[in-house]
C-alpha cells in the first residue's frame, strides 16, 4: 500500500458569514484558526481511495459532488472512492448551503459565492499534493477513550421540554478510534505519514459572541500531534454528533477551544502508541565487556501481511414524516412576517431577527414547493465505507445521533472502525426513534436549516446503521 497525506489552507477572504449560531450577528473579520481541507490519498494496485476533511459547517449534495468529481480527476479515481467529512465548525462557512443561517448581511455576498466556486478546486488540491508524496506504508488502529469532556446534549426540563443542555443519563460514546498510517521503518523508526482521528462532538467550544474565523477544538487536537505527539498528518472525522455537546460550550473566549482539542491530541495518541503497523523480529547480539551481554534489537520483518484496500458505497432512500399543507405553512409564514415587523421596529438587533428570518426563509421555499407539488417525501443519502487493512472507517450523510453510530462500529468486523458523520452532502439530524416522543430541536425542527419540507421518519436511523453495517460485512467478507 501507498500513502501521502496533504494540507491546504481554505480560509475565506473577510469579512465572511459563519454558519452554525443562527443568533450570530457579526460577521467575522478576524481568524482564529486557519480553515483547513485535510486529504490523505490510498493506493494499492489499481485501488485508489480518498479522504479529505474540511473545516466547513457542512456541504450540500450537489457541492459535494462537484468536489468529489473534482478530486477524482485531479488524482486519478472514481469519484465513488471519494470520501468527504466536515468538521461541522460553527465558526466556518457552509459552501452552497440552502438557507443562511444568521449572520451579519443578507443573502450572499459576491465574496461568500466567488469563494463558494473555489472550494472544489481547493479540496482536489490538498489531494493532488497527497498523491504527489506517496510512500509506502501501512496502517494500525487502536481505540481509546476521552470522559468528561462532552455531554449528551438532550436536557429535560420540568415542565417537560426537552432543550439543548446537560443530560448526563443520556447515551454518550466518549471512544476515540483512532488509525495510524506509518511509512516503512528506517534505523528501527517509523515515519508517521497520516493519524485519522474519529469523536463525535459538536465543535462548539467557542460561542457565537466571538466574531472569529476557527475550526473550533479540531484545530488545536490537530496543532497538538502534529507537532508535539508525531502524528505526521492528522485528519479528524467529525463522529456522530448529533445529540452531543462539549461538556463546557458556547465559551465567551476565542482560547476556549484548546482545552478540549489537548485532550483529544492525548488520548488519539495514547490509542495508538503501541499499534505498530510494521511486523518485526527481534535479533540477539552479543556485546562483550567485562561480562558477557545480550543486546536484543528490533528489525523489520522481511514478510509482511498483506492489507487489503477497498472502498463500497449504497445510496439508500431516506423517508420524511408528514408533510406541511400550504395552508399551515402559509399561516405560520403570516405570523412570523408579522412578528419580524414588530421587532424590528422595536429597534431588535440581528440576535433577535435572525432567528426569525430562519424561519421565513424555510416557510418561503417550502410553501413555494407545497403550491408547486414539488416536495419530497424521502431524500437520498450516501452510506460509504472503506476497508484499509484491518480497519474500517464508515462514512454517513447527516448529524448523526451517537448511539447510531456507536451501534456501527460495535458490529463492524474490522479491528478499528472510524464512524464519521457529515460526510458528503449533509442531509441534516438523524435521532433514535426513542428520542421522537421527546420532541426537541432534533427530531422536530433542525429540518428547516436544511431547508428540508419535513423531519426525516425515525426509521431512517435503522436504515443507515443496517445499510453501513452491511457495507462493512461486503468488505471484510463476512456474512450479513
Known sequence: ??????????????????????????APRRVRSPLQARAVVLRSGATTVVIVTGDVTGLTTPMADRIRESVGRAVGCPAANVLLNSSHSHAAPWPGATIKMGGEFDGWTDTEIGWGEQVPALYASAAVRAAEVLVEARVAGGTGRAPGIAVNRRERTPDGRTILGWNPD???????????????????????????????????????????????????????????????????????????????AFGDDETD??????????????????????????????????????????????????????????????????????????????????????????????????????????????????????LPDALDGEIWAARVGDCAVVGAPGEIFSEIGAAVRAASPAATTIFAGYCQGVLGYVATPEEYPFGGYEPAVSHRGYGHPAPFDPAVAGIIRETAIELLGDLFGEPT
Open 1 to 26: 500500500m501507498l500513502a501521502g497525506a496533504a494540507v491546504v489552507d481554505i480560509t475565506p477572504p473577510l469579512p465572511v458569514d459563519v454558519l452554525g449560531y443562527v443568533r450570530r450577528a457579526r
Open 170 to 248: 443520556g447515551f454518550l460514546d466518549e471512544e476515540v478510534p483512532t488509525v495510524r498510517i506509518d511509512a516503512a521503518p528506517e534505523r528501527r523508526r517509523s515515519r508517521r505519514v497520516a493519524t485519522l482521528v474519529g469523536f463525535g462532538c459538536h465543535p462548539v467550544t467557542v460561542g457565537p459572541e466571538v466574531p472569529m474565523v476557527g475550526s473550533d477544538f479540531v484545530g488545536p487536537m490537530r496543532e497538538r500531534l502534529d507537532a508535539d505527539l508525531g502524528a505526521g498528518t492528522t485528519l479528524f472525522l467529525q463522529g456522530a454528533a448529533g445529540n452531543v455537546l462539549p461538556l463546557e
Open 257 to 374: 477551544d484548546e482545552p478540549m482539542g489537548h485532550r483529544l491530541a492525548l488520548e488519539a495518541a495514547h490509542a495508538v502508541a503501541d499499534a505498530e503497523p510494521w511486523r518485526s523480529t527481534i535479533d540477539r547480539v552479543a556485546y562483550g565487556s567485562v561480562t558477557p551481554i545480550s543486546l536484543y534489537r528490533r528489525r523489520v520483518a522481511a514478510e509482511q501481511p498483506p492489507q487489503p484496500l477497498a472502498s463500497a458505497r449504497r445510496v439508500v432512500r431516506l423517508p420524511l414524516l408528514a408533510l406541511p399543507t400550504a395552508e399551515a405553512l402559509a399561516a405560520e409564514l403570516a405570523e412570523r412576517e408579522a412578528d419580524l415587523r414588530a421587532r424590528r421596529g422595536a429597534g431588535a438587533g440581528r440576535e433577535v431577527t435572525n432567528p426569525i428570518a430562519y424561519h421565513i426563509a424555510w416557510l418561503e421555499l417550502t410553501l413555494a414547493g407545497a403550491r408547486a407539488g414539488t
